[in-house]
């Protein structure tokens, strides 16, 4: 398999296993801070037929939660803090000012009750790090090396990546998208082998 690239929409059935980039868990954990719209409504519709189905289950891993966690408290959480409290916390103050308060605690419990909600859903899987991803991640130059790490996470499990991620132009894993860069470029890629 080279690219294996498909529109969300157009998925049907819903089985296997899936990887969420973490941009979705967002709009999953905070739909009210992400622009309301058509298309991440079709991204959360088939999250939730994902997490309902007995034949498919939403991989994570201990890289996958810890980056959804912190992305959601310094994008998510800390937001509704400075309003709430009408005060700015600085990028150096994160873990002084806001990281103690009561907010965050609360924050945090929220978190871990929407994940664990899901927890038959969660099939949790780990990519091990193998020396040679340290210089073969260079190649992959418009991942950063936590994409890579979970592209190579799906390769090796057979797992479908959904994203929304333009970057995400890989080979050798399913992928479920509605990004018109990725669906345009898989596009190309099938006119070129077709010639």
Not at 100 to 127: G, M, W
Request: glycine letters at 2%; proline letters at 4%; a neutral charge.
């Amino acid at each position: 398999m080279d690219y294996d690239i498909k529109r969300i929409d157009k998925t049907t059935p819903i089985k296997g296993v899936f990887f969420f980039d973490t941009m979705i868990w967002l709009d999953i954990l905070a739909p009210k801070f992400s622009k309301d719209n058509n298309r991440k409504n079709k991204y959360i519709s088939f999250f939730d037929k994902v997490n309902s189905s007995p034949s498919a289950k939403i991989a994570v891993s201990a890289l996958s939660i810890s980056e959804v966690t912190n992305t959601y408290f310094k994008t998510v959480a800390l937001r509704m803090y400075e309003k709430e409290e009408n005060t700015k916390v600085l990028p150096n103050e994160f873990k002084t000012k806001y990281r103690p308060t009561e907010h965050f605690k609360n924050q945090y419990q929220i978190v871990c009750d929407e994940i664990e909600a899901r927890a038959d859903s969660l099939e949790f899987s780990n990519y091990t790090l193998k020396e040679a991803d340290l210089t073969e991640a260079v190649n992959y130059p418009k991942l950063d090396f936590n994409d890579y790490c979970y592209y190579k996470m799906c390769q090796e499990n057979s797992f479908t990546l959904v994203t929304d991620d333009g970057d995400f132009f890989v080979k050798n894993v399913p992928l479920l998208t509605l990004n018109k860069r990725l669906m345009d470029k898989y596009h190309e890629e099938l006119v070129k082998g077709k010639l």
